[in-house]
């Protein structure tokens, strides 16, 4: 499966702006043009050779992101109960990453082009384009690797929860970093270690390398999350920490499910201050 463009397809993706490359991303329905498009503008951007926006041509933001016919999506609370054991485990564990990472493509990127027109430094999109490519790749690779093992994305249902930050936090550059890389990457700093554990105690060499690359880029998202956190909060000349739990109470349904990777998250700059006067208490 082919991951990025050929240089000679790489025209029909290259976009008329970062907003407008954001814009065709998230819209897409087919996975091949919208991890496509992905690549093709951030090669775009990094070789300085697109604008940040156009006056016209952007458009609004999709109110929901393209998706192909498969996976059926169904509300979180209509899930069946996913296999635990074996191989029909181990699919389903892949499938539910694969689809945690094309929402982190989504929203990464609705979040370049929903606030392209606020005066931002560069250096704010030249981490987000980062990120956005990099949530590419995971979806790439564990796709493969479900094709791999005689599955495919589209298998299993899926849920289209994760959305609900995007839409909570639609206006809210504060909501949105808080949201999406400090409470919903953060947990993958704690849940991925005993993932990757259990995938070399099977023998899964394979997969455990794909979570290794997930685990490593996660903790930069997480990082660039907190930098430009609290960036806006100096600002705003309010105190990061409390700002925190105040959006996370307002846009994030429930507490934050402990344990915590505390050593990860703090060399990511996420300090225990932040998230565990919101943990979820537990009887």
């Known amino acids: 499966m082919r991951v990025s463009p050929a240089k000679a397809d790489a025209a029909a993706y290259l976009p008329a702006s970062l907003a407008c490359g954001a814009r065709r991303v998230v819209a897409a329905t087919c996975l091949d043009e919208k991890i496509n498009v992905a690549h093709a503008t951030a090669r775009a951007w990094f070789s300085r050779t697109l604008s940040l926006r156009r006056r016209t041509g952007a458009g609004p933001m999709p109110d929901q992101p393209g998706r192909p016919d498969r996976p059926v999506l169904l509300p979180p609370r209509d899930m069946p109960k996913r296999a635990i054991g074996g191989e029909a485990g181990r699919i389903a564990m892949l499938h539910s990453l694969a689809h945690i990472e094309l929402n982190a493509v989504d929203l990464t990127w609705d979040m370049v082009g929903r606030f392209a027109d606020r005066a931002l430094p560069r250096s704010f999109f030249d981490d987000w384009v980062r990120v956005g490519l990099e949530e590419a790749k995971h979806f790439s690779l564990l796709r493969k690797r479900l094709d791999d093992l005689g599955s495919f994305y589209g298998a299993l249902p899926a ?8 839409e909570s936090t639609g206006n809210d550059l504060g909501g949105r970093l808080a949201i999406i890389p400090l409470v919903l990457e953060a947990r993958g700093l704690d849940i991925t270690p005993p993932m990757i554990e259990k995938a070399r105690a099977r023998g899964d060499e394979a997969s455990a390398t794909i979570l290794e690359i997930i685990y490593r880029d996660e903790k930069r998202h997480v990082a660039f999350g ?9 600002l705003d000349r309010t105190d990061p920490e409390r700002r925190f739990q105040d959006l996370v109470r307002r846009h994030f349904r ?15 700059g996420l300090t225990p201050g932040f998230y565990r006067p919101l943990a979820r208490l537990i009887g």
Do not use: I, S
């Open 226 to 234: 907190a930098k430009w956190f609290r960036f806006l909060c100096d």
């Open 159 to 166: 849920h289209h929860g994760l959305w609900e930050a995007a």
């Open 254 to 268: 429930g507490g934050l499910k402990p344990p915590f990777n505390d050593r990860a998250r703090a060399e990511a």
